[in-house]
């Protein structure tokens, strides 16, 4: 079994009754500490100053929008981005010494956090095949490097391009671009892993795959439902449009398992209120859900508001498909079912139909803690049904509100990184580029780590992210990667999946966001995409953290012109040198972006069209949004056993850790820890401190561990647990994932806790 690091207890963990029970003050102060502590405080003000503003750089954090620019606070960045731009502004350096300090063997022991504070990473690194080291290796031989590697493969479809959501639009237009030249569709992404359930529910039932929302929508609304997401830990200044719907009138229904700070108050910065320490109350109605029991209370509201004739029926008439069938379905239903299911009352399910049926503005956020069930697709569609139902759609303050985790993980998508793009973009390419791309779907990420572990793959290239740390079943995840004939990490820092590496691989540094970029000899800008369809662009103004690192941009286009060459006649060169080139290429390929290069040069950009927001209009092959029809599935789980939901602390974006506190959970100094509740550990014999091991066992009979977290008693739904990644990945068997999209589960493992053996 694969060693992993700090699988011993953490002696210096504390935990605490949590402080506040509101989000915001106390961890922006902390994360301003932690910036200046990194960065000094000059880098520190010029960087947070220019955050998220016109002229700036965009936050490589949450995709949460920008406000319009007249509306713009000088300081605008939560906590989470003046600690991403802390850790990509690091003014500690990793270079050749640290290699030559450091073996494979050595920086295996070692945790994610203390990886990312060793510094920047500041030239390129290769692995030797049966080397214990890397070394240096200059740029133009790491590409001929890439490049014998790719045309040395039988098959284009035996490499993998990977891409995180902090690419920009160019680099992944660019990116793909390369990949189907090259000749395979093998472009999975971080969106496999988070909002891909989303992309499938919502282009089935509306036609497009994206949310139908605006931040004045939000602003708006009288009635704001937060699914499964947690804003204060994860999208901290979505908090700031909560407030500002609060002050308008708005209700707030917030449903998941725990009873987060975030969901339930707001102290904001920026105001005296919050100096004061005065929070804005934001959840009017708490619905403590078990795990998965979503799809259950979507089909309970649907079937309240058909008995109270919550319907719009002229938008049903002329706008949908599938009533008929839908109201059928839920004209009676199994309410013990669903009490089980959920967890909940019945007259908790009837005050939020109650609130619905009164609303006639409703957005429905919702987020990981949604798309990562078995049946999180039709979870979706439930959703969506609702919505529909009342004729939430393409109205001013309602819609839906799908809250993405990454910066650019929509733009990515957008600009055609996807397993599975549809003909019509192929076609544009083709027509665009002279050549035929290839028309076979590719892997996406659990596809990918097959494809490697059964030796269908053999180069891997990830364009940012921590892909090892990432994905599930982190015992073959390793085993994968580390049996790929060559590993390409386009990396800022180290992290776990330069360590479980190829035969052969390199480390690629890139420039941040934050950095200036002057490739080509000119002041270059990118774009990105925000979770509301938004595109803008981004400049970096501060000092590279080395000479020696290149953009994404160049990167990726020194990769291919050393592996294509001039095949099809694509100027990878200019490219590198005038992202305006790669603009006006986007502008006639990607729908939607018609004078790309004119209009994001706009202050604040320009918003992609979205026809069901637009015009009511839905792009399914009926011509009409969807109603679904879903069996209710409640998984069943074995006596004795618990669900797991891994989740992030307050000192963690994805995979990249911070620090190792969790101040509104009350967790201070480690991370290995399970959130339980105290009926089930009344029920199973245990008692909060105790140290316990986490076991998984799946229907492929592999038993999966976890070991030493320590029992924390939380509010949480009996029956249901939590605990962090990445510590947690090596529970969520590979190939259990979501219905029709097959994200990872990692919001449903069924575990049981084992006292560890005594001598």
Sequence with gaps: MTTYPDTTP???????????????????????????????????????????????????????????????????????????????????????????????????????????????????????????????????SAFALVAEHLNGLASPDEALFYTSGRASNE?????????????????????????ESTSVGLADTIGIGKGSVSLDDIHEADL??????????????????????KHNGAKIIAVNPLREAGLLGFMNPQKPRGLAGRPTDLADHFLQIRSDGDLALWQALGHLLLRRGAVDREFISEHTVGFTAYAEHLKEIDRDEVLAATGLTWAEIEKTADMFASATKIVN???????????????????????????MIGKPGAGLCPVRGHSNVQGDRTMGIWERSPDEFLDAVRDEFGFEPPREHGFDAVRAVRA?????????????????????????????????????????????????????????????????????????????????????????????????????????????????????GIPWRGFAGDYDLIRDR????????????????????????????????????????????????????????????????????????????????????????????????AELGFAEGETV???????????????DFRLVEYSTPKGCIAAYYPETNPLIPLDSTALESNTPTSKWVVVRLERPATN
Aim: charged share 20%; proline share 6%; hydrophobic share 35%.
């Design 224 to 245: 704001i439902v937060i699914s499964g997401q947690n804003p204060g830990t994860n999208h901290p200044r979505m908090l700031s449009a909560l407030e500002i719907a």
């Design 365 to 391: 956020c919702w987020a990981m803690g949604i798309t990562q069930h078995r049946n999180a697709v039709a979870t979706i569609k439930e959703m969506v049904n609702v919505a529909l139902l009342q004729g």
């Design 452 to 568: 490697l572990r059964d030796g269908k793959a053999k180069v891997f290239v990830g364009l940012g992210g921590n892909f090892v740390a990432a994905m599930p079943d982190t015992e073959v995840t390793e085993a994968a990667l580390s049996g790929a004939e060559l590993t390409v990490q386009i990396s800022t820092k180290l992290n776990r999946s330069h360590v479980v590496c190829g035969n052969t691989a390199l480390i690629l540094p890139t420039l941040g966001r934050t950095e200036r970029d002057e490739s080509g000899g000119r002041t270059q800008r990118v774009t990105v995409e925000d979770s509301m369809s938004a595109v803008h662009a981004s400049r970096g103004r501060t000092e590279p953290a080395s000479d020696q690192l290149r953009s994404e941009v160049g990167i990726l286009c020194g990769i291919a012109d050393a592996t294509l060459g001039d095949r099809y």
């Design 171 to 195: 680099s992944a237009f660019v990116y793909q671009l390369f990949a189907r030249a090259y000749g395979t569709n093998n472009l999975p992404d971080c969106s496999n892993m988070c909002h």
């Design 10 to 140: 953490e002696p210096d963990l504390e935990v605490t009754p949590p402080k506040t029970k509101a989000a915001g003050l106390p961890a922006v102060a902390k994360s301003l500490g932690m910036a200046v502590t990194q960065m000094g405080v000059g880098r520190t003000a010029r960087n947070l100053l220019r955050l998220n503003q016109v002229e700036g750089f965009d936050c490589m954090s949450c995709a949460w929008p920008d406000p319009d620019p007249k509306h713009r606070h000088t300081a605008e960045f939560c906590e989470n981005g003046a600690k991403a731009v802390a850790w990509e502004g690091d003014t500690r350096r990793i270079g050749p010494e640290f290699f030559a300090e450091h073996s494979l063997d050595d920086l295996g022991t070692r945790t994610e956090y203390w990886m990312g504070q060793q510094g920047r990473l500041t030239e390129p690194m290769v692995r030797r095949p049966g080397s214990t080291h890397y070394e240096p290796i200059s740029w133009d």
């Design 586 to 681: 986007i502008a006639r390929v990607v729908p939607g972006c018609d004078d790309y290069t004119e209009k994001v040069r706009r202050k604040g950009g320009f918003t992609l069209p979205h026809p069901p927001r637009d015009s009511r209009t839905f792009p399914t092959r009926h011509g009409k949004a969807v109603f679904s029809v879903s069996p209710l599935a409640a998984v069943q789980v074995p006596d004795g056993h618990l669900v797991l939901q891994t989740l992030r602390s307050h000192d963690q974006f994805n995979t990249t850790i911070y620090g190792l506190d969790d101040r509104y959970r009350g967790i201070h100094h480690g991370r290995r820890v399970v959130f339980i509740g105290a009926a089930d550990l």
């Design 693 to 707: 091991h986490l076991v998984s066992e799946w229907a492929d009979g592999v038993t999966r561990r976890a070991e």
